[in-house]
């Protein structure tokens, strides 16, 4: 079982930056692809960045792209979303997943940690 642990949520201005991290416990999250989705009031839950476990390989939803990086630093288990040129459309709680290898969807999800950007 895996515990995830989001922080670094917050409220920031249109055009600010946050960075998000996901530590784990119960764990490594070495051997997991881990991801960021997001849901705002109203809305379905929304992909938002992955990466691969080795931390080669990442993937954004054009609605990020170029704004966003997902990071990861398996020695201190734990996964960033750094967030910058944020824009108001993008405030929602941020959710970390992890998914393992035999999974074909995510098997672990945080409790959330909530964005707002003010405009």
């Known amino acids: 079982q895996v515990q995830l642990v989001e922080s670094g949520g917050g409220l920031v201005q249109a055009g600010g930056s946050l960075r998000l991290s996901c530590t784990a416990s119960g764990r490594t999250l070495s051997n997991l692809q881990m991801g960021w989705f997001r849901q705002a009031p109203g809305k379905e839950r929304e992909f938002v960045a992955a990466?691969?476990?080795?931390?080669?390989?990442?993937h954004y939803p054009d609605s990020v792209k170029g704004r966003f990086t997902i990071s990861r630093d398996n020695a201190k288990n734990t996964v960033y979303l750094q967030m910058n040129s944020l824009k108001p459309e993008d405030t929602a709680i941020y959710y970390c997943?992890?998914?393992?290898?035999?999974?074909?969807?995510?098997?672990?999800w945080g409790q959330g940690t909530q964005v707002t950007v003010s405009s």
């Open positions: 990466i691969s476990r080795s931390g080669a390989s990442t």
């Open positions: 997943a992890a998914q393992r290898a035999t999974s074909a969807s995510y098997d672990y």
